[in-house]
């Protein structure tokens, strides 16, 4: 019987080839331009994996990967989670860092966001988890944090810039957030808010107005500080940001006799007293504005006549109705109802 000998040179050839390939592959850098980043699923086959690799860098470079997670048995559920890659970051590297699970965090960033199933709708597009899991973990959470339901829970949270892992869950990511806010409510504040005669949710809930009021930073501490005035006189608060949030539109930019008739118990123009809880997440540094806002005797305000979104402020009601007459008028001859 003939034996098939390979001669030594060719066998050597033959085992440098595979040695040249393996380790082409094993050091294929990837070349985006910019970084790029994969998700995968925890219900994701090995066929959905190689597919996902392959959609976020390319069939040359993804399919690369795919082969060596094959090769080594990483498992799509062991690979569970969200990777970055960066240009230049060979296969080899990125199939450790998906096989030992070595997941990169995600940023997390909000800012202008009115309501609750909004933030929800933000963690949702940003994490695995959903919106609705998000709001269950609220619903769940907070109240043993002295928040009294959804209503305060906006003052739970503040904007900023948070990092989780794509596959967080909604009590680690609602923890997180509310956290933060915890750490801002040192004993100091909450003496500054207690001098007040409010509590952090009601100091949340003032600087919602303030901050849907005037987009003039400079102009908050005066208007919160009216609307503590009112408050500290019993009167109602009168604030037409509220009656927008009651009403579900903020694009207002008249409120007629109509709107003020909406029966909600944020429509400070029928209901006395501050709204059930914040009409937005606010920023920090509102916060931080309407507890060092200086004392003044205003207790009126009224948008000025020339659209600067800045306003006129009246100690008054003579003086208040003025200003208002003015602005009506300057709203007639642009034609806003």
């Known amino acids: 019987m003939k034996k098939w000998l390979i001669p030594a040179g060719v ?52 399919g690369k990967v795919a082969r060596l997670l094959r090769w080594s048995g990483t498992e799509p559920s062991a690979a569970h989670g969200s990777y970055l890659v960066r240009p230049g970051t060979s296969a080899m590297r990125l199939s450790r860092n998906i096989s030992k699970r070595r997941q ?27 919106a609705e899991d998000f709001l269950a973990a609220c619903d769940s959470m907070l109240p ?25 869950s909604p009590a680690k990511v609602v923890t997180t957030l509310a956290d933060a806010r915890d750490r801002f409510w040192s004993e100091e504040r909450r003496a500054a808010a207690a001098r007040l005669g409010l509590t952090p949710v009601q ?24 609307y503590i005035n009112r408050l500290h006189k019993g009167m109602k608060l009168q604030a037409d940001p509220t009656v927008k949030f009651a ?8 409120i007629t006799g109509r709107h003020l008739q909406v029966e909600s118990p944020y429509n400070t123009y029928r209901h006395e007293g501050l709204p059930p809880g914040p009409i937005r997440i606010v920023d920090a540094a509102t916060l931080r504005t309407v507890l060092a806002a200086p004392a003044h005797d205003y207790l009126y305000m009224c948008a ?33 109802k």
Not at 38 to 48: G, K, L, N, R
Not at 247 to 254: A, M
């Open 144 to 168: 043993d944090r002295g928040y009294k339901g959804r209503a305060e829970f906006p003052a739970a949270f503040m904007p900023d810039t948070y990092e989780f892992y794509w596959t967080a």
């Open 11 to 62: 066998l050597a050839a033959l085992v440098l080839g595979a040695y040249i390939a393996a380790r082409t592959m094993l050091l294929a850098p990837y070349d985006g331009k910019t970084a790029a980043r994969v998700y995968i699923p925890a219900d994701a086959t090995p066929e959905s994996m190689a597919d996902s690799l392959r959609s976020a860098f390319g069939p040359s470079y993804g």
């Open 304 to 336: 000025k006549e020339d659209f600067s979104g800045r306003h006129n402020f009246a100690v008054d009601g003579a003086t208040h109705m003025a200003n208002a007459r003015r602005y009506r008028a300057a709203l007639d001859r642009r034609g806003i």
């Open 104 to 130: 990169t965090p995600v940023r997390f960033t909000f800012n202008n966001v009115r309501t609750l199933n909004q933030l929800a709708d933000r963690a949702g597009a940003r994490m695995e988890l959903s």
């Open 247 to 254: 009403v579900g539109d903020f694009s207002l930019r008249r």
């Open 203 to 226: 100091v949340a809930t003032v600087a919602s107005i303030a901050e849907e009021e005037t987009a003039a930073a400079d102009e908050r501490a005066t208007v919160a500080r009216l």
